[in-house]
């Protein structure tokens, strides 16, 4: 008989964390990049219909006083030195070389006076960053997480957010790959192991009901 994947995970990474007390909704690299179709990374009606998702989100997080960060991607030239073996490995990062139109967030994203940014050189929001020095510092312990790629960077920021203590939500609708399989095996495995994957809904719902105080 033939495994299925319930067949070999139910039972086994059933837990939900749950929702923290006092979260801040992170988006991760909602660059131009995705966008363009001349760009190598466009990744079409998925990710269009991510960055859709997330500025729902990121309205609700704003209304409710819900802390609000933007990554993004940065290398200072040409060379991708500050990129290193991720620039050595991966050629479509070119398309955020400082300067270029593919490396600006996309449009209908453009940072409040209020909303903080993370420029950053590696796939993880956290890695070589201040991301988890800054909210542990804010009081925060529950991480949103939306953005692109599901695959990528919102994978690896997702166990990285784990990783450093936060209880991790991961909005499914709020993030996009460039194909679907990625992007759906990924949410499944993130759900499994490192955070809960929620719906836009749930997670606008849940932000609303929070007491004011939280942001």
Not at 14 to 41: H, I, N, Q, T
Not at 130 to 138: E, F, G, I, K, V
Request: glycine share 10%.
């Amino acid at each position: 008989m033939t495994d299925t994947r319930d067949d070999n995970y139910a039972g086994v990474y059933d837990r939900k964390a749950g929702f923290g007390r006092r979260p801040a909704l992170v988006m991760v690299d909602f660059a131009e990049a995705y966008f363009d179709p001349a760009c190598a990374l466009f990744g079409g009606a998925g990710c269009e219909s991510a960055l859709a998702s997330a500025l729902r989100v990121r309205a609700a997080a704003r209304a409710a006083g819900v802390p609000v960060i933007l990554t993004e991607v940065s290398y200072p030239d040409g060379r991708g030195l500050t990129g290193g073996r991720f620039w050595e490995k991966a050629a479509p990062l070119e398309a955020f070389v400082k300067g270029r139109s593919t490396a600006r967030f996309a449009d209908g994203l453009t940072p409040e006076p209020d909303e903080s940014v993370i420029t950053k050189q590696y796939p993880s929001a956290f890695f070589g960053t201040s991301l988890a020095p800054m909210l542990t510092a804010m009081g925060v312990d529950n991480v949103i997480l939306t953005g692109l790629t599901t695959s990528g960077c919102v994978r690896a920021s997702c166990v990285d957010a784990m990783s450093h203590g936060f209880i991790t939500t991961v909005v499914a609708d709020a993030c996009g790959d460039r194909h679907q399989a990625p992007h759906e095996a990924n949410l499944f495995d993130m759900n499994a192991k490192y955070a809960d994957v929620v719906s836009e809904a749930e997670i606008c719902a849940h932000i609303a009901a929070l007491p004011r105080a939280a942001g």
